[in-house]
């Protein structure tokens, strides 16, 4: 008996010295366990702990927190009911072999189907599970009772441990939360900016690594005093007892300092941020908005910009020249009620309604010509771009226009129209009366050389040489005015038919119409060897080319005379010539020779109506080409004219 | 099967002979007067890929007899290939699960009988093969307790560490050693492995010796401590079966006492002392703790401590004839083999593997 009391004594002694050698969790477990294990010859040890304890947070679940040997450990989280037999969870401890029916129930470890299982309550932390596999339990409550006082130890070192690890993982937390503060506020020494510390004085207690080129352009070391217009602010902030913010100026850079100080502790910090770019951006974005104002100012167009709600908050120079209001009489008020003609004044609200709902405007970012209101309440033609201008994504729009006054332009423009009108009914008319006139000349024109031929017939005995020679002068008057007239009648009647327009091989073209010129024995006429193809009117083209070979075989003075025709690449245009050796014109009459019943010759009775070069110009003209002429008197004369290679049938201007 | 000739041409052409499948293996039990060139005889064994597993012993256990020299070839069927447990391994060394294999198993385990680790290796061997499987082994090593490689399989020699393999056999063991107490308790106050350094708050020498004085186990006059100490083992108190015994073997520094086997710290301990018929009488409650008639007994193993026989001497057959003797009347006729050992190794009944010291341990193997 005294043995056993012995014996027990010395196993509650190992047990209890077991543990608490760390304050680490597995080292107890293992090593209280080991011992039990070893002298009460237990197969198994098990430590389950409430999920509430080891993380301090609800949960009904119970954790395996040491299970050895581990061979037998399969479940290692359960509920209080898979845990634990609902009616023994208070006690103290409780034991239960393979014959108890709820035994398979509780087994939640694996290779074990028999033996015995015993639980004791580690208090509110969970559950020690013991099992044997002895053939008779070594569980009675006798033995069980022993266990108790040193599983009450057992329990306080687990809890320690428990509480241990829940510290630690707290300071854990704590000081990673404070790592990134520190991280995040960046301490003085790492922040970007200069930050000093000084005494009430001003003199440098502290200056963090941004502040040594400050201090070095200052001149001042450290312990040593700030300038003192730095000083003085710090007085400042000490006597208010608050934070003052001041720009500061050093060495050309702004600096926003800000003093807070801190009378308590006897120091102030002052935090010191360099705003020289920031400046610098904000001068240069003040020069930009001012030239933009000057060029808005000094634009020919009236510049006018409205806000959402129609009012006008922009209005230049020019707005107030054209539409009579200056820039105070009419900002903030509405632009329909200023400058919009009461018509159109409905149709204004609409189109503003419309965007704002749709952002669709049919009139936006388009010149458009409407009427608008000037202060002295007349309207006025102007035209004007309206662009919407968005202030921030899914904020305001203002809108701005462009507004020039078309008054003029439209007044000149009615102008044109009504000469127009004018010019083609007199250029009808002319037409009517050259071709009338024309043709009621030429009649009795005919009629007086029908008369003076019988005349001349019925009575040829009684006229004498002279009179014949006079009969003869008429005949031949009457046929120089019928061909005037004829030639009169044809220049009116000049114009382009682009439809009878046509390919025509120049060279082949002149070919034929040399051979059709009875040509005086003393001229001789020479073509180059090659010619283009142009697009040409066959009749045109005839009568230029007839008009030029004929002038210049009738005006041929010469023994040996030579009429020269060919043709120059210019690139876009052909320019032909026409050259002869006759006898030349002189200079003041280049100009002269082009123009309507200009003949040079009339008095040395050369045949001529002096309207040919007129219709050779007229057209030249109508097909965009030019021609001009050089000549020296008593040497010949070469005419030059320019033909366009591609087709042209639409722009008049000259070469 | 016993061998007389340990020369690596000889035991190459027995283990030739018999070894006939690539799941069977061989126990390989030499005594260390008749150890061959380890090394080749290892290289050879795995160049023609038969599994061995064994070590070297003091001496060996043959016909009811200690046999000094030759060796004991067993061959058994395999669960696995040898396994080799050493102290820089951990829980995730792969080593193959038994958990799931049913019907029989038993391990063979041989440890480095001297070595420190050998404690916390059997630990992590048992969680490693589980509970429900019988072991069986012991401590190898040398008669002059110097510590040097003695355990082995094909794969090589090993100091510090466990061998075994796991047979497809059923196995029953009998454990038992018959010392008493005589004196205690005492507390281990201060110890490290099997070292004790302090036994009640004082050296642990003085302390021991002031006892067995006490007890009039003689006096200790500097030179004769393992004459008296094997007298006088230490017994580690447990519930409901003998105490765990821890044999002193030498005397370390300043006053501490050198164990077989691990003396944990605080741990309560007696001073056992051995009665010759008690512990000839333990032998035999040993063989009859393993045997059965409900199978047909195959083979008999013992481990039987090198302490006892020094301490029986002359009175150490009697012990292996009760053993013997108790099969033969159970009308088990089976040739007895064994070895003499440095701690021997067994779990009761499923529980913690245990390292023994001056204990017997019985194996039968049934078919």
Known sequence: MQEDIIQDISILYELSLSMGKSMDLEENCHDFLEVLMHRKRISYASVWVCETCLTLKGSNTYSLIYGSPNFYIQERSLSKEELVPDSWATHSYFSFSDDHPDFSRFVVEQNIEQGHFAYIRLDELGYLKLYSNQKSSPFSGVELTKLLNVSQQFTNIIKGCISQQLYKRLLNDSLEKEDKIRKIAKFPEENPNPIIRTNKTGIVEYANFSSNSLLEILGVNKHEPLPDFIRMLILDAWRKKESVTEEISVEGKSWILQISPFPDENFAYLYFNDVSKLKQAHMALKASEMKTRAIINAALDAVISIDQDGRIIEWNQRAKEIFGWEMHEVFGKTISGSIIPEKHREAHSRGMERFMRTGYGPVLNKRIEIEALHKKGHSFPVELAISPIKLSEGGSYIFSAFVRDISVRKEMESKRERLMVELEKANKYLSDFAHVVSHDLKEPLRSISTLASWIQEDHEEFINEEGKEHFSMMVKNIVLMEELIEGVLSYSKLGRSWDQMEDINVGDFLCDMVKGIALPPHISIELSQSFPTVFYHPIHLRQVFQNLLSNAIKYNDKSNGWVRIGVKDKGEYWEFFVADNGRGVEEKYFEKIFQIFQSLDKKKNFESSGIGLSIVKKIIEIYGGRIWVNSELGEGTTFYFSIYKENFLSDSSSL | ?367
């Not at chain 2, 030499?30 to 090394?39: A, Q, R």
């Not at chain 2, 703790?289 to 401590?305: A, H, M, N, R």
């Not at chain 2, 108790?326 to 499923?350: P, Q, R, Y």
């Open chain 2, 1 to 367: 099967m016993f061998v007389t000739d340990t020369r690596i041409e000889n035991l190459l052409s027995y283990l030739e002979q018999d070894y006939s499948s690539t799941e069977e293996g061989f126990l390989l039990l030499l005594s260390e007067k008749s150890v061959p060139d380890m090394e080749l005889l290892l290289f050879t064994l795995k160049e023609r890929g038969i599994k061995v597993c064994g070590g070297i012993f003091p001496a060996l256990l043959h016909k009811g007899k200690r046999v000094d020299k030759g060796a004991i070839i067993q061959r058994f069927p395999l669960l696995g290939d040898p396994f080799v447990v050493q102290t820089q391994m951990n829980s995730s060394s792969p080593l193959k699960s038994y958990h799931n294999v049913t019907g029989k198993k038993t391990a063979l385990v041989w440890a480095d009988g001297l070595s420190g680790y050998t404690p916390q290796n059997l630990k992590w061997l048992y969680a490693q093969l589980g509970g429900p499987i019988t072991y069986l082994g012991g401590g190898a090593g040398f008669m002059s307790f110097q510590q040097a490689p003695c355990v082995f399989t094909q794969d090589g020699i090993y100091q510090d560490a466990i061998v075994g393999m796991v047979l497809k056999k059923t196995a029953r063991v009998g454990v038992s050693h018959g010392w008493k107490k005589i004196m205690g308790p005492l507390v281990a106050t201060k110890t490290r492995k099997n070292i004790i350094y302090e036994l009640n708050w004082e050296p642990a020498l003085e302390v021991y010796k002031r006892s067995i004085e006490l007890a009039g186990g003689g006096v200790f006059d500097g030179g004769n401590f393992f004459d008296l100490a094997k007298q006088y083992p230490f017994g580690i108190y447990r519930s409901q079966t003998e105490q765990l015994v821890r044999d002193p073997l030498g005397i370390g520094e300043e006053g501490a006492i050198i164990c077989a086997g691990e003396v944990p710290e605080n741990a309560v301990l007696n001073i056992l002392k051995g009665e010759d018929e008690e512990l000839i009488q333990a032998a035999r409650q040993a063989a009859a703790g393993c045997q059965t008639s409900e199978q047909p007994l195959d083979k008999v193993l013992i481990v039987d401590c090198i302490s006892r026989a020094l301490f029986l001497d002359e009175k150490f057959e009697r012990e292996l004839w009760e053993v013997e003797d108790c099969f033969s009347k159970e009308n088990m006729e089976v040739a007895l083999e064994g070895v003499l050992s440095i701690g021997e190794i067994s779990s009761l009944s499923g529980q913690n593997l245990d390292f023994y010291n001056k204990t017997i341990v019985v194996g039968a193997f049934y078919d």
